[in-house]
């Protein structure tokens, strides 16, 4: 199958209506979809069969059954954040194979900002309208928990009102590790400098199969979803993500979002689901492979995976967001009609991404992001970090 073909067929099929699309998909495709909008859980071992579609007339149920859930579940507003991404250093000694954004010390690409860069970088971000500022940075191995705490207090310096998005889980273990304290502990030091909301990268694939391949000195999964969910028992909300398209197979994609699931059930505490496609071309592990790591995922793995992110995780995690920075604006824009109902943010600056070879990452303007948004005849919605709605542009 080929992307036109499928975008065609989409297009083709959606007037038809679901009914005639479902009796017109015989089998455990059909069987699948119509359970989810019965109301009952898909498992892990079903998402898989929906990862591994190969029929085009189904693939095209499946994206336009994912449009009509999040229609169901969140509506036609297509929301975005205004933000500014702050990556501190670039100092790393993790060295994870499908990262080409840290350097060693003494690099020339190595970099460490000021508490006064910070700063300044902060209020830059309010005046070009900014609600969030998102920090995170490589492992530097002369920094500690403190330091974490700095930057929090000097962004809240800075702006007393941004909204601090910041720290992955393996950031949470780290700062802990360094000062010999709970991850608790280090949690509420964090909380009480007024700190926000967590990413929660540092994922990738939550199976270690994988995560010994692709990043051996990474916290292993049983930590990342420790670390995930004492920060939820705490009170601190976060978002979840996927890293897909490596050494990775569709049961890994399947389980992985069953984890997430079943974390959310427990804790209650992410607020989105992020795919992050992988960029493979400047990094070790796609340059060292010898063929044998995939290039990412291909455009129908994408587009899958919000179809079956969309039928896994309903009603338990219903904002599911696209990634202009490593998709593209344009595709980013389709999985809207697939099952996403978010563009994320503004960005103004982001490295990591690009560091490993995408097109995009600098800055999406604001007006971009309602001008696509009103061509899919969807109502774009400026959003704070928690989702909650700032405000509505109904008209141009």
Known sequence: MEMEEVKQKITENRSLGLDSLLSKVNGRTAEIINKSFNGYEISVEEGE?????????ELSLLAI????????DVGDVITYVINRNINFTNICDTWCGFCNFMAPEGDERAYFLTMEEIAEKTKE???LGATEVCMQGGMHPDIDGRFYVELIKTVKKAVPDMHTHAFSPFEIYYGAKTLDISEEDFIEMLKDVGHNTFPGTAAEILDEEVRTIIAPRKIPTEVWIRVVKKA?????????????????RP???AKHIGVL???QKETGGFTEFVPLRFI????????????????????LDQLKMYGVSRLMLRGWINNIQVSWVKQGPEFAQFSLTAGANDFGGTLMEEHISRAAGAEHGQYFPPEEFRRLTREIERIPAQRS???DILRIFNKE
Do not use: C
């Open 125 to 127: 971000a309010r005046e």
């Open 65 to 72: 059954a994912a449009d009509e859930m999040r229609r169901e």
């Open 385 to 387: 970090t928690t989702y």
């Open 49 to 57: 069969h929906l990862f591994n579609i190969q029929d085009v007339d």
């Open 261 to 263: 699931r079943d974390i």
């Open 251 to 253: 049961y890994h994609w």
């Open 232 to 248: 939820h028992k705490a009170g601190m909300r976060t978002t979840s993500t996927i890293m897909y398209g490596h050494v990775d």
């Open 280 to 299: 493979p071309w400047k990094t070790r592990l796609y340059r060292k492979s010898k063929g044998k790591v995939r290039p990412g995922p291909t455009d």
